[in-house]
């Protein structure tokens, strides 16, 4: 199961992790001991929205911010699902659906060395994985490159552009050329599935503005 580490819930006995969803994008799952519900986020105004069939009245509006919050900055990894959290707190699997299951994951970035120096770099004091850091230092590279200056003024896509920019950095980090097509679109979704709204927003409001600058 492709999932974050459990945390701890600080107003009630619990815990909450995030986790990939079959659909895409991942969702929060909450386990108290008599309750477990999974929400997904809308990424446009950072709201939880319950997912699957889950019973979501046992959690109040302030425990799922809480849990959002909690869950804010942790990376996915290949981990075993949670059957017991203590000996009070079981979870019965079955409750929901639509788990990402390690056979229906065709490509694993998690154990790639992409992936493993993406979080290394980006990593923050409090052991977080930082947006931030990766936007600034995605957007220097932006900034010195001839490449995506040529990309910018031939108006080029900017999804495009930014996967020109993941590619390269991860390459850079990685000390390794090889990454497939796949492989990058797999290593995008899963960094921007693991935000709470557009992983790539400062770099491509860089690139936008950019554009518009050439434009005039």
Known sequence: MI???AVELISTEGVVFKQKLTDGGSGITIITPTHRAVYTVNKRDGTCVPYGHTDTEEFSDDLVTEALELTKGLTFRRLAKIIKVNPDIKCEEGLIENEVEDEKVDIDIMTSVEYKEFIAQYTDKNDNFSYQLMNK????FAARSSIVSKM????EDTDNIVRYIVKSRASDLSRNNGMSEDMLNAFIETFDSMSTRS???ELKTYLRGKMSRKAK
């Open 3 to 5: 999932r974050t580490e």
């Open 137 to 140: 230092d995605l957007i220097q």
């Open 152 to 155: 910018i003024s031939e108006k």
């Open 199 to 201: 992983a790539y927003k």
